[in-house]
């Protein structure tokens, strides 16, 4: 009985060293979170800032790493953390909870009414993974493969250096026909799949069951997001102006890009703009 007992006890312990260590990590990434977007101060038990949401020069704005809140004295607005992306990013509540879901990798699982939105999310978020995957396979070319070399050197003069083309996911498409192709095929997506997110293209577009091949071609690559930062298309760059080519090429409309309504790096440059209560819209990505 006394060994059961004293069992007993060190499962009561661990299951409260268990609980206190997820509570110490919820409360960790809360203050992560907001403390990604400006720096906190450390104010007792709790942090500070000066508060992002009104003019202010004596930081009020207070964030409760133990209650997992946020609370400004000066102009009254708080909450939970999916508040606070809610007014910061100006998102409504299911897209503040889907990126703060991506953030610390916690799948969302969405219920759905009929068969035919259960297929379209699925398409969805299929079409999601091949260009977040995409856009890496660019990069990964523009950083590391010889071939890009001319492509590296092209930015370097332009004034872009490794870390701003790593913080703007810059990449670089081969100057060949299939290169992405097979890449994405032996990922295992299917031709329909890459024909949907017009990645590749048909040869004879009145017959596009037939052959395909890779739209960007030897051209620096732009990924373009929404306003919560997923890839949703891309604009690729001539090296060299050729008067036979254009010098911009963009993604063609799909289910998840539809030009006239995504702004190239809003997602980074949102909440300036709503500080500034103006923008300079630029010709091209490379004037941002």
């Known amino acids: 009985m006394a060994s059961l007992?004293?069992?007993?006890?060190?499962k009561i312990k661990a299951s409260?060293?268990?609980?206190?260590?997820?509570?110490?990590?919820?409360?960790?990434?809360?203050?992560?979170?907001?403390?990604?977007?400006?720096?906190?101060?450390?104010?007792g038990a709790n942090f500070k800032a000066l508060c992002p949401f009104h003019q202010e020069k004596t930081p009020s704005f207070h964030v409760n790493?133990?209650?997992?809140?946020?609370?400004?004295?000066?102009?009254?607005?708080?909450?939970?953390?999916?508040?606070?992306?809610?007014?910061?990013e100006h998102l409504?509540?299911?897209?503040?909870?889907r990126k703060l879901a991506a953030r610390v990798g916690v799948p969302i699982v969405e219920e759905r009414a009929a068969a035919d939105e259960d297929r379209?999310?699925?398409a969805r978020r299929t079409l999601l993974k091949l260009h977040a995957e995409a856009a890496e396979w660019f990069q990964e070319n523009l950083l590391k493969k010889p071939f890009a070399e001319a492509a590296r050197d092209y930015l370097k003069n332009r004034g872009i250096d490794r870390r701003v083309a790593k913080n703007w996911q810059l990449g670089f498409a081969p100057d060949s026909w299939d290169a992405f192709l097979k890449w994405a095929l032996d990922r295992g997506y299917s031709?329909?799949?890459l024909l949907q997110s017009g990645l590749v293209k048909p040869r004879d577009e009145?017959?596009?069951?037939?052959e395909v091949y890779d739209r960007f071609r030897g051209r620096i690559i732009f990924p373009?997001?929404?306003?919560?930062?997923?890839?949703?298309?891309?604009?690729?760059?001539?090296?060299?102006?050729?008067?036979?080519?254009?010098?911009?090429?963009?993604?063609?409309?799909?289910?998840?890009?539809?030009?006239?309504?995504?702004?190239?790096?809003?997602?980074?440059?949102?909440?300036?703009?709503?500080?500034?209560?103006?923008?300079?819209?630029?010709?091209?990505?490379?004037?941002?």
């Open 206 to 210: 009145d017959r596009p069951g037939n």
């Open 92 to 97: 409504d509540f299911p897209s503040a909870v």
């Open 191 to 193: 031709r329909s799949q």
């Open 120 to 122: 379209q999310h699925e």
């Open 5 to 10: 007992q004293k069992a007993n006890e060190r």
């Open 224 to 288: 373009i997001c929404n306003d919560v930062g997923e890839v949703i298309a891309f604009s690729g760059r001539l090296l060299e102006s050729d008067p036979q080519v254009a010098k911009y090429l963009n993604s063609p409309e799909t289910p998840l890009f539809q030009k006239g309504r995504v702004l190239f790096g809003l997602h980074k440059t949102k909440r300036a703009l709503i500080e500034a209560n103006c923008a300079i819209v630029c010709e091209g990505q490379l004037d941002l």
């Open 65 to 88: 790493s133990q209650r997992q809140t946020f609370h400004c004295f000066g102009c009254g607005v708080g909450g939970s953390v999916f508040r606070f992306v809610m007014e910061y």
């Open 16 to 43: 409260d060293s268990i609980r206190n260590h997820r509570a110490d990590r919820g409360r960790q990434r809360h203050r992560q979170v907001i403390g990604s977007y400006f720096p906190l101060k450390r104010a």
